[in-house]
C-alpha cells in the first residue's frame, strides 16, 4: 500500500501575480511590467477509431494548446504598448487594416520574418531575482491588445 505524501507549506503557496518576467525575442530592448499571465492550457486531443458500432476512442495524437494572456502596464513612453500595435498592424492580411494607423506607424515591422516570434516567461522565485521556471513560447503572435 502506498502513501500520499504531505505537501510542504511551499507547493501550497500560490504564485504572487507579479512574479513574473516577460520578453520578446525581436524586440529585447522593450521592458513589460507583467502584473498578471493566464497560462495556456494543453488538451489532448483523442483520435477516434470508427466502427459499425460505436466508435472507440484512443489515446491522443496531438496536443492543442490554448492561449496565453498576459496583462502589464503600460510604460511612461508608451513604448511597449506601440511595440505589440504596430505588430499587429504589420501582420495584418487585410488591406483595410492600414487605413487608420496615423503616426503610430513604424517602419521597424515592415521586414519579413515579422508575423512571429519567440517569447520567455520567467517565474520568479519570491524574492523576485531568482527564476524558479523559465518558459519559451515559439513562434507567438499577438492578437489581441
Same mark, same amino acid.
Given at each position: 500500500m502506498s502513501?500520499?505524501?504531505?505537501?510542504?507549506?511551499?507547493?501550497?503557496?500560490?504564485?504572487?501575480?507579479?512574479?513574473?518576467?516577460?520578453? *520578446?525575442q525581436k524586440v529585447p530592448e522593450v521592458s513589460w511590467n507583467v502584473q498578471k499571465v493566464q497560462i495556456p492550457s494543453?488538451?489532448?486531443?483523442?483520435?477516434t477509431q470508427s466502427s459499425p458500432y460505436i466508435? *472507440?476512442?484512443h489515446r491522443g495524437g496531438?496536443?492543442?494548446?490554448? &492561449?496565453?494572456?498576459?496583462?502589464?502596464?503600460?510604460?511612461?513612453?508608451?513604448e511597449n504598448y506601440l511595440k505589440l500595435y504596430n505588430w499587429m498592424v504589420r501582420t495584418c492580411d487585410?488591406?483595410?487594416?492600414?487605413?487608420? &494607423?496615423g503616426n503610430l506607424y513604424d517602419h521597424e515591422f515592415e521586414t519579413e520574418g515579422w508575423t512571429v516570434s519567440d517569447t520567455?516567461?520567467?517565474v520568479m522565485k519570491p524574492n523576485k531575482t531568482d527564476v524558479l521556471y523559465s518558459i519559451k513560447f515559439l513562434d507567438m503572435q499577438p492578437f489581441s491588445l
Open positions: 502513501t500520499c505524501p504531505n505537501p510542504t507549506n511551499d507547493l501550497l503557496t500560490p504564485l504572487n501575480g507579479n512574479n513574473f518576467s516577460f520578453g *520578446i494543453v488538451r489532448l486531443e483523442p483520435t466508435d *472507440i476512442q496531438k496536443l492543442e494548446y490554448g &492561449t496565453v494572456n498576459i496583462t502589464f502596464v503600460v510604460d511612461s513612453a508608451f487585410n488591406s483595410k487594416c492600414f487605413s487608420n &494607423t520567455f516567461l520567467n
